[in-house]
């Protein structure tokens, strides 16, 4: 089996999956994050490929390269992309939400500058 192949798997599988949650998402976050990460694996896949810690067989890949790193490496990236943001909703829902710790972050924060948090001893100048 290639690298494309299995690459073109792996996609349409977490694609499969997480195209549903992903459509309720805002774009432009995935868009940019996409952007950037696929510019980091440019750079690191091809300094770890140009120093030779990863070497590829030719007959196992398409043979199209971004820098040193074959085209293959930037679907994971692609996958990578997809999958997080969908553990975050998906796992996010059923524990309770990021919008529950997000609220008690918020009231931490409230309590600190109103000087009644953990530390309001402190805060009111007493010993």
């Known amino acids: 089996m290639t690298y494309l192949v299995l690459t073109v798997v792996v996609l349409a599988l977490v694609a499969a999956v997480c195209v549903p949650v992903l459509r309720r998402l805002p774009f432009a976050p995935l868009a940019w994050t996409g952007l ?3 510019a ?5 896949d091809s300094a770890i490929v140009g120093y030779g810690l990863t070497v590829y067989d030719p007959e ?14 930037f679907g994971y990236t692609v996958a990578a992309v997809m999958i997080m943001p969908t553990l975050w909703t998906v796992l996010g829902r059923r524990s309770g939400g990021a919008g529950e710790s997000d609220a008690a972050l918020s009231d931490v924060s409230a309590g600190a500058a109103a000087g009644t948090g953990p530390d309001d001893t402190h805060a009111k100048g007493q010993p």
Request: aromatic share 10%; hydrophobic share 65%.
């Open 40 to 44: 980091m694996t440019a750079v690191f």
């Open 60 to 73: 196992t890949i398409l043979g199209v390269y971004v820098g040193a790193a074959p085209i293959e490496d």
């Open 36 to 38: 950037i990460l696929l």
